[in-house]
């Protein structure tokens, strides 16, 4: 008896090293599984839902340079990263123009101010998923002083449309802040 208890355990203890367990199923994202599978009922429509991807991220440091030089009153260098030929839309103004109106413009606009200080928020970089547009976003809140001395401030949205590298659109969105 002892010899075929033995026997068994032995034999159950090879079969147990002999068995093979299965492969693991990869683990599944449910939330990206939920979010493809389930189509959302949007309350509006468009001609291209969920169409953006997370774009280049070298098109948002073009955009934060540009920011930057201007803000430190450095415009040849924040025109630099500026098209030949830019469409700017702020608020009264929506106009296509070439790099020489565009500078004349923001030298102009920055001659308004002694001093400008950008505290960024966020930004987010996106390219259409035909990869026919890409665009950056910045957030951020601005204060600025005149000549004479009159500081104020703002709440800023940029979107900024780039092709080839360079900034080809820019419209900009303000808050002031009271």
């Known amino acids: 008896m002892k010899k075929l208890t033995f026997f068994f355990l032995t034999a159950l203890a090879c079969s ?16 990206a599984t939920a979010a493809t599978a389930t189509p959302v009922n949007y309350a509006y429509t468009i001609e291209h839902p969920d169409y953006w991807e ?3 991220p070298a098109n948002t440091a073009t955009s934060l340079s540009a920011l930057k030089a201007w ?3 450095k415009l040849d260098e924040s025109l630099s990263y500026f098209g030949d030929s830019v469409r700017v839309q702020f608020d009264g103004l929506d106009k296509k123009m070439s790099h020489d109106s565009l500078t ?3 030298t102009r606009a920055r001659n308004n ?7 960024m928020y966020d930004w987010e970089s996106v390219i259409s998923k035909d990869k026919s547009e890409e665009w ?10 005149t000549p004479k001395g009159v500081k104020d401030s703002a709440d800023v ?4 449309q780039l092709k080839n590298g ?10 002031k802040i009271h």
């Open 16 to 31: 147990c090293n002999n068995m093979q367990t299965p492969p693991k199923e990869p683990v599944k994202d449910t939330a």
């Open 54 to 56: 997370i774009g280049n």
């Open 71 to 73: 803000e430190d009153g």
């Open 104 to 106: 004349a413009l923001l």
């Open 113 to 119: 101010y002694k001093t400008i200080k950008v505290k």
């Open 136 to 145: 950056v976003t910045l957030w951020y809140f601005q204060t600025w002083e």
């Open 157 to 160: 949205i940029n979107d900024l």
């Open 166 to 175: 360079k900034i080809v659109r820019l419209s900009e969105y303000t808050r």
